[in-house]
T-cell receptor, first 116, second 112 residues
Framework: DTAVSQTPKYLVTQMGNDKSIKCEQN?????MYWYKQDSKKFLKIMFS???????INETVPNRFSPKSPDKAHLNLHINSLELGDSAVYFC???????????????FGPGTRLTVL | AQTVTQSQPEMSVQEAETVTLSCTYD???????LFWYKQPPSRQMILVIR??????QNATENRFSVNFQKAAKSFSLKISDSQLGDAAMYFC?????????FGKGTRLHILP
């Protein structure tokens, strides 16, 4: 009964490669997010999608491209990986962004990306 | 700019004792939500407690309670009867606009 799941949990890859992280939620939520947690544990939002439409796009390199095939999925594709991309990436979902983002966000288990 | 501040990078508490984690924030809005999230070694982010700014009553969830001081923009988390399973990173968070802003976290150690 996993609410928000991410795959893979660990991803180790070489610099310059292209990789994807998948996220799925079975909560029936309308909004999904991607966060990046850096080595100092600080969490920063990267993207937010509401019903498959991009709502928030923080300043991230355009090598990062979110893809939302349906409202239960928000995948993160990263091109030309760099050393600085190494981090833990969290997916999250919430019920209704139009209510002002006040609904609690439920997080996935995280994906630790290591770029060598 | 960071608008949620956790001034204690690490804290320790003896098992069965009470500990308070501090959090301050900055916002110009009058209505917002505040959260405490727990991140154990498994890295899963778990919602511990949530507080609605328009409610004066402090939120409680079993052994977890908050001291919400709206005028002071302070939102501390109190953990009573600390248990070994409480050891984790704790993040304070606030919703602003369409997103949630997190503090940098406080790592809590439980001493047996």
């Amino acid at each position: 009964d996993t609410a928000v799941s991410q795959t893979p949990k660990y991803l180790v890859t070489q610099m310059g490669n292209d990789k994807s992280i998948k996220c799925e939620q079975n909560l029936g939520h309308d909004t999904m997010y991607w966060y990046k947690q850096d080595s100092k544990k600080f969490l920063k939002i990267m993207f937010s999608y509401n019903n498959k439409e991009l709502i928030i796009n923080e300043t991230v390199p355009n090598r990062f491209s979110p893809k939302s095939p349906d409202k239960a999925h928000l995948n993160l594709h990263i091109n030309s990986l760099e050393l600085g991309d190494s981090a833990v990436y969290f997916c999250a979902s919430s019920q209704d962004l139009s209510s002002g983002g006040t609904d609690t966000q439920y997080f996935g288990p995280g994906t630790r990306l290591t770029v060598l | 700019a960071q608008t949620v501040t956790q001034s204690q990078p690490e804290m320790s508490v003896q098992e069965a004792e009470t500990v308070t984690l501090s959090c301050t924030y900055d916002t110009s809005e009058s209505d917002y939500y505040l959260f405490w999230y727990k991140q154990p070694p498994s890295r899963q982010m778990i919602l511990v407690i949530r507080q609605e700014a328009y409610k004066q009553q402090n939120a409680t969830e079993n052994r977890f309670s908050v001291n919400f001081q709206k005028a002071a923009k302070s939102f501390s988390l109190k953990i009573s009867d600390s248990q070994l399973g409480d050891a984790a990173m704790y993040f304070c968070a606030m919703n602003r606009d369409d997103k949630i802003i997190f503090g940098k976290g406080t790592r809590l150690h439980i001493l047996p």
